[in-house]
């Protein structure tokens, strides 16, 4: 996995050299003298188009969650129907994506506020342990899950140098976890006369971002990232019992590469 990611980090980087590159030829070095006069007397941000897309990648880190699960039928002759325990939910961090579209609605001085939806996915593995009350500790569960996340986030920015831009803002999350070949084991091992199980669910969520970009030229930026991410609630239904996830937290770094239009 993190292999993947630094292949990935390693081709947008190379690719914003590129670009950058070219674009200073081609752009930079055709303006006139009165056309830098206005670069340096108005600031970049109430020049930059308010359109923009980005493609960006990084790591989420997932820390452990809880989890109820209540038997849906008698597990192995030891567990009855309808008993539940609490337990902890233990994730794998996870290779993040997105693709990103935004529009700068304001654009005042140095200051600007944007809109950005955008579609992000990060595929985990999660497993149960420390269970208590109802189930025997050494039962558990375990899945791999996959999120395809759809955001709304408001973000606002500043322009504190000529080629450097702050931002940061609140976003709302609609997350679908698909979770795949779920299974309830004993002692680490599936129970007996049991298959894994498949299911999914949509929940809605909150985010925070907080970032850094810097202008490669007029229309080409990377930048830098912090999210936090809380996800309410997802609830599964499998044949041996039913799984609800309380909440899921993950704090995602990533890095990005932006077009301006």
């Not at 992000?120 to 149960?128: A, L, N, V």
Request: glycine share 8%; hydrophobic share 40%; aromatic share 14%.
């Amino acid at each position: 996995m993190y292999r993947t990611i630094l292949v990935l980090v390693a081709g947008m980087l190379m690719s914003a050299i590129v670009l950058a590159e070219t674009d200073d030829s081609t752009a930079f070095k055709s303006k006139s003298t009165s056309r830098s006069r206005l670069l340096r007397s108005k600031p970049k941000a109430a020049l930059r188009d308010p359109f923009y897309v980005s493609a960006n990648g990084g790591i989420a880190f997932i820390p452990t969650s809880s989890v109820k699960i209540t038997a849906g039928r008698v597990w192995d002759g030891t567990v009855v129907q309808g008993a539940s325990c609490t337990a902890d939910a233990k994730f794998d961090d996870a290779a993040w994506t997105s693709c990103r579209f935004g529009y700068e609605f304001f654009q005042k001085d140095i200051w600007a506020l944007a809109v950005e939806p955008e579609f992000s996915y990060f595929s985990t593995k999660f497993k149960t342990a420390n269970p208590s009350n109802g189930i025997p500790s050494n039962y558990g569960a375990d899945a791999n899950a996959d999120f395809y996340n759809f955001d709304f986030t408001l973000v606002g920015s500043v322009n504190p140098v000529d080629k450097l831009k702050i931002y940061a803002g609140p976003g709302l999350v609609v997350s679908c976890a698909d979770v795949t070949d779920a299974g309830f084991t004993v002692n680490g091992s599936l129970i007996p006369g049991t298959i894994r199980a498949n299911d999914s669910d949509t929940a809605v969520g909150f985010q925070g971002i907080l970032g850094l970009r810097y202008f490669m030229s007029e229309r080409f930026d990377w930048s830098l990232e912090y999210r936090y991410r809380r996800v309410e609630d997802h609830t599964l239904s499998f044949p041996l019992a039913n799984v609800d996830l309380d909440k899921i937290e993950s704090h995602i770094l990533s890095l990005g590469l932006s077009y301006h239009f």
